[in-house]
């Protein structure tokens, strides 16, 4: 029997804004414990919450930018539940009107080709604490800094059919986030964070399979580790004739595996009910259209745009449209001059590999636009050559500085003055009376040779056209 996974998402994703969603304290991450808090965000008796209008804002434009249908009228709800890390033993979140329905996120396929991932929903609600566990003195304790920090929730129906579509999925979300500035998404931080609900079911079947769903898995490696694990664990219990328990599992890292954590709650488990100190919210169509307005070009337009109007090839639009900070550089860059396609060759190459060398995000680079496009003209100029130039890029990449004064400094300029070639090719070939003879003998290795002397006497600087030229025709003359 062969067999196919079947997935749905549900992603937390933490908001930028620089205040809690109900009170002023900051959203910064880390602190010391406790004292990123106030009496609404650790749920004191009678302190009342006031909707940070930032959070609706951010909420409304990704739920524009994923296509979706903003909810005109709607409201909050407590969702009751007792956990240490929760206070108020409510968490206010939103369940009979969600700010944003039926929305798609289109992701590419590894094959070619793109698909359209349902998005059911997407909802305001707050964040909890955090439980630190101290294995030293075996004391748990809390810290309430996180709690009230804005999230938005972003379900999906169950269209993922692989590990790598979720993948895609994520990246594209993370990308998205990130063009419209709601969110920094950095995983490690926990401020993008995904339940995994996967069931498994015979291929060709139309009936969902009964499902697990594993709790927040926040790197891309736990996404893909735990699908496997899960999908291989499920199709075993089917296999041996057992039954799939609707459960929440918790995916451990360090075992590899997924365990048990608790039967399923459903919706009537936790109380719902609307909660009674938040005014419902009514959206107008003007305020729908000012946000609108506010959306930035996104990754696929730009991919277009480049395409049609810069020339670039498909794949060369895709990987620079990926991050917005590399197209904003690559856009910079053009602006000031570089043609298009180096460009982009020098970004995904050269650019792309320091900062994964480095452990850098494109956000986070120093290079400037300006330098990359002094760089590429000093090349076209014929000043220096392409691999001076990545020396120089290497050098300028992490500390900064000017190009031409580098080159200056450090006597980087080719060497162009054909009488300066030609001297240097005559000391070669005068030092080198072996490998003369071993040429004019018919040994066309020799000649390799012959101008890696040549140029290691010019210190590089010279373009290599010009030394194959002034010893080729030495090696004529008798
Ligand atoms: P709940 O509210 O109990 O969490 P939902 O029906 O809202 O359940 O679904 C939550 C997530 O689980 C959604 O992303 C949905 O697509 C996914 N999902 C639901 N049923 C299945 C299933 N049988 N297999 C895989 N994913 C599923
Ligand atoms: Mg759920
Ligand atoms: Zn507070």
């Known amino acids: 029997m062969t067999w196919e996974t079947v997935i749905g998402l549900e992603t937390h994703v933490e908001l930028a804004t620089k205040t809690k969603i109900f009170c002023g304290c900051t959203t910064e991450f880390g602190g010391a414990p406790n004292t990123h808090c106030c009496p609404v965000c650790t749920g004191m008796p009678g302190a009342l919450p006031v909707l940070n209008e930032r959070v609706l804002e951010f909420a409304v434009k990704t739920g524009l930018a994923l296509h979706g249908t903003v909810t005109r009228r709607c409201k909050f709800d407590r969702k009751n539940y007792f956990y240490p890390d929760l206070p108020k033993a409510y968490q206010i979140s939103q369940l009979y009107l969600p700010i944003v329905r039926d929305g798609a996120l289109e992701i590419p396929l590894a094959g070619g080709g793109t698909k359209a991932i349902r998005i059911r929903e997407l909802h305001m609600e707050e964040d909890a604490g ?96 735990a699908i496997a694990y899960e999908a291989r664990r499920q199709i075993e219990l089917i296999e041996e004739g057992k039954r799939v328990v609707q459960e929440t599992r918790r995916w451990d890292e360090n075992k590899d595996a997924t365990f048990s954590m608790r039967s ?70 053009v602006a000031l001059g570089a043609p298009p396609k180096q460009a982009a060759n020098w970004i995904m190459g050269e650019v792309l590999r320091r900062l994964s060398a480095d452990g850098l995000e494109a956000k986070d680079m120093t290079l400037t636009p300006g330098a990359l496009a002094r760089l590429i003209a000093l090349v076209q100029e014929g000043r220096i050559n392409r691999n001076t130039a990545v020396r120089v890029f290497d050098a300028i990449f992490a500390d900064g500085g000017d190009v031409d004064a580098y080159v200056a400094a450090h006597g980087l300029e080719q060497v162009s003055d054909a009488g300066l070639v030609e001297a240097a090719v005559e000391r070669v070939l005068a030092a080198n009376p072996k490998s003369v003879a071993d040429y004019r003998a018919g040994k066309e290795k020799a000649f390799g040779f012959l101008v890696g002397q040549a140029m290691r006497e010019l210190k590089g600087q010279a373009a290599p056209q010009a030394v194959h030229r002034a010893l080729g025709a030495a090696l004529k003359q008798p």
């Not at 810290?143 to 999925?169: M, Q």
């Not at 005014?279 to 169509?285: C, F, H």
Request: hydrophobic fraction near 35%; proline fraction near 6%.
């Open 130 to 225: 955090k439980l630190v566990h101290d294995p030293w003195i075996d004391q748990t304790r809390c810290d309430y800094n996180r709690c009230g920090v804005p999230l938005i929730e972003i379900v999906t129906e169950p269209d993922f059919r692989t590990a790598e579509e979720v993948i895609a999925y994520l990246e594209k979300l993370k990308s998205t986030l990130q063009y419209l500035g709601v969110s920094d998404c950095k995983m490690q931080e926990g401020s993008l964070r995904c339940d995994v609900n996967l069931s498994v079911r015979p291929a060709g079947s139309a009936e969902l399979g009964a499902r697990t769903e594993m709790k927040n898995l926040n790197s891309f490696k736990a996404v893909s580790r």
């Open 264 to 333: 399923k709650e459903n919706a009537q488990d936790y109380r719902y009910f609307p909660d009674p100190d938040l005014p419902p919210l009514e959206l107008s169509e003007a305020y729908l259209e000012r946000l609108r307005e506010q959306i930035p070009e996104m990754a696929d337009e730009k991919a277009a745009r480049y395409q049609a109007r810069l020339g670039l090839p498909a794949y060369d639009a895709q990987m620079l449209t990926g991050q917005k900070a590399l197209a904003g550089f690559f856009e910079a860059a």
